[in-house]
């Protein structure tokens, strides 16, 4: 789907039809250019030492296994005017969700991801079934000028299959939305700097023992 200079409001009403309908959704250009251009300013920039290597799993089951994925990761927070204006832009897009879909988003969490030369991400779910925690994932790329010879698109399969349903691209802009459940994806072998933004959106799972944080 193109974003052909509609409004907000009106390109979130899309996305939220298109995950109703096919559960994922892949915009060109959904990205506001001068939200994506703040931020990809704004990634490059940041001192080495504000990233940390990525790993799997959540809290204590989490660890780093570069067999599975080589990325760099840096958690966004509205510290500063670019971070700030992207989690407003998510906070609007789950505000329309919720309306149209009624998912009970409640709290939204994303980070930086760089991808150097050769890093890539194996094939993976950002959530499993029934665990109630990541409903719905975003991600956003912030690279001027990608070529195809750049390697680095993302692959979504379908939930039992091989062959891929979508092959993306990492372009400037793109936005590629889709239920953390039920697809299955990897980035494949990048061969330059790959900039991105992965965040989720996730259900309210406070109980007696742990009260769950808005972000």
């Known amino acids: 789907m193109e974003n052909s200079g509609i409004s907000a409001t009106e390109l979130f009403d899309q996305i ?10 892949l915009l060109r ?38 067999a599975i994925r080589r990325d760099e990761i840096c958690w ?3 510290s500063t005017a670019a971070g700030h204006s992207w989690l407003e832009w998510a906070d609007g897009l789950k505000q329309a969700l919720n309306r149209r879909l009624f998912l009970g988003l409640f709290s939204f ?8 030369a050769g890093d ?4 993976h779910l950002d959530a499993f079934r029934g665990q109630q925690n990541r409903v719905l994932t975003v991600v956003t ?21 091989s062959k891929p349903l979508l092959k ?9 939305i ?11 072998p990048t061969m330059t700097d790959r900039y991105s933004i992965a965040g989720w959106y996730r259900i309210n799972s406070s109980d007696s023992n742990r009260v769950d944080p808005e972000s």
Not at 120 to 123: A, E, I, P, R, T
Not at 168 to 176: D, K, L, N, S
Not at 178 to 188: A, D, G, K
């Open 16 to 25: 939220a039809e298109e995950v109703y309908q096919k559960g994922v959704c």
């Open 76 to 78: 966004i927070d509205k």
């Open 178 to 188: 889709f239920l953390s459940e039920e697809f299955p994806h990897e980035v494949l």
């Open 29 to 66: 250009h959904g990205l506001p250019e001068a939200l994506g251009t703040a931020l990809a300013a704004e990634v490059r920039s940041l001192p080495e030492e504000r990233f940390s290597r990525a790993g799997i799993g959540r809290q204590a089951d989490h660890q780093t296994v570069e």
């Open 168 to 176: 993306v691209q990492p372009e400037f802009g793109t936005v590629v």
């Open 120 to 123: 890539y991400y194996k094939v």
């Open 141 to 161: 790329y912030l690279n001027p000028d990608w070529n195809d010879k750049d390697g680095g698109e993302l692959l979504i399969y379908p939930e039992k299959g």
């Open 109 to 116: 969490e994303s980070h930086y991801a760089h991808y150097r």
